[in-house]
């Protein structure tokens, strides 16, 4: 599968955006969906993830980001968002989509686990 971020871009503080990750060339409803962002010098980390509809569509979150962000997925469109909000200079980073088939809940959070990686989009939260 293909996938391809979206709206990345320059935001104060404060402020909200939203990503999206368009998948294609697989069978998309049955991908548990995440988003992982990196910042220069840091490691790449777990941002939020949501699993297939199948086993019951649950989003887990970073604490870093619980209340502030919300993962989506929309089968019929083969896409997944991140809607963020009250956004801080922190969460200044390159956010990556990435895809895996049947992953347990239990490795969500597991960068490694997810075969398939979008090309990453910039997002840079400053005044």
């Known amino acids: 599968v293909q996938l391809v971020e979206s709206g990345g871009g320059l935001v104060q503080p404060g402020g909200s955006l939203k990503l999206s990750c368009a998948a294609s060339?697989?069978?998309?409803?049955?991908?548990?969906m995440a988003w992982f962002r990196q910042a220069p010098g840091k490691e790449r980390e777990f941002v939020a993830a949501v699993r297939t509809r199948a086993s019951g569509g649950r989003s887990i979150y970073a604490d870093s980001v619980k209340g502030r962000f919300a993962i989506s997925r929309d089968d019929s469109k083969n896409t997944v968002h991140l809607q963020m909000n009250s956004l801080k200079p922190e969460d200044t980073a390159v956010y990556y989509c990435?895809?895996?088939?049947?992953?347990?809940?239990?490795?969500?959070?597991?960068?490694?686990?997810?075969?398939?990686w979008g090309q990453g989009t910039q997002v840079t939260v400053s005044s």
């Open positions: 990435a895809g895996q088939p049947r992953l347990i809940l239990s490795s969500l959070s597991d960068y490694a686990r997810y075969s398939y």
């Open positions: 060339g697989g069978a998309f409803s049955s991908y548990t």
